[in-house]
């Protein structure tokens, strides 16, 4: 059974078996969350992404995909990127959000990852309202987290966030 688990803080200080990177679809790094992931994380997780551009993603990563890469200095042993879309007011994309978090913890159980945090995915840069945000990142998760991953720890940056979170859970 996978239990869902709420912390306010900095995602790149878990300790984890699988750190969920809100990446953009170039895999080369960005603001936010990827910013963070590369600045502590060293060189070595930009290394495997440039190898992802060069063979599997030569247009770069689909939105609503994800794929792992080394940790590099995280205390973790993987970094798994997955690229959130960007907010339209137009158009629902909520299926995209859904299965950035679905394909994520696909990975995840691909690996044997029993451990995994997420950030809130497109809740930044990407503008996604966060009630909204959190409400599809729960059901998700819920509907389809693999038996075998153990921990689902959504890692808030701000109260705001943890709040939203907090009431997506109820
Ligand atoms: P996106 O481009 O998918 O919107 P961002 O990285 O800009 O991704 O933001 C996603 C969410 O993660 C936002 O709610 C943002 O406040 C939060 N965030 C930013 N830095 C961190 C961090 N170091 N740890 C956890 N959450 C973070």
């Given at each position: 059974m996978t239990t869902l688990t709420l912390v306010q803080?900095?995602?790149t200080r878990?300790?984890?078996?699988?750190?969920?990177?809100?990446?953009?679809?170039?895999?080369?790094?960005?603001g936010?969350?990827?910013?963070?992931?590369?600045?502590?994380?060293?060189?070595?997780?930009?290394?495997?992404c440039r190898k992802l551009r060069a063979s599997h993603y030569g247009k770069g990563l689909p939105t609503g995909r994800a794929v792992a890469t080394t940790a590099g200095k995280l205390d973790a042993r993987w970094v798994i990127h997955t690229v959130g879309p960007?907010?339209?007011?137009?158009?629902?994309?909520?299926?995209?959000?859904?299965s950035c978090y679905r394909e994520s913890l696909r990975v995840a159980a691909e690996l044997?990852?029993?451990?995994?945090?997420?950030?809130?995915?497109?809740?930044?840069?990407?503008?996604?309202?966060?009630?909204?945000?959190?409400?599809?990142?729960?059901?998700?998760?819920?509907?389809?987290?693999d038996?075998?991953?153990?921990?689902?720890?959504f890692v808030l940056f701000d109260e705001h966030a943890y709040t939203a979170f907090e009431d997506a859970l109820r």
């Open positions: 803080g900095d995602i878990q300790t984890v078996d699988a750190v969920v990177n809100a990446a953009n679809s170039s895999l080369l790094g960005g936010g969350v990827d910013g963070a992931i590369h600045r502590r994380g060293g060189p070595d997780i930009l290394a495997e960007v907010w339209s007011g137009i158009e629902d994309r909520g299926e995209l959000l859904a044997g990852a029993r451990t995994v945090a997420f950030p809130a995915i497109s809740t930044g840069i990407f503008g996604w309202p966060m009630d909204d945000g959190a409400r599809i990142a729960v059901r998700t998760v819920r509907e389809s987290a038996p075998a991953v153990e921990e689902v720890r």
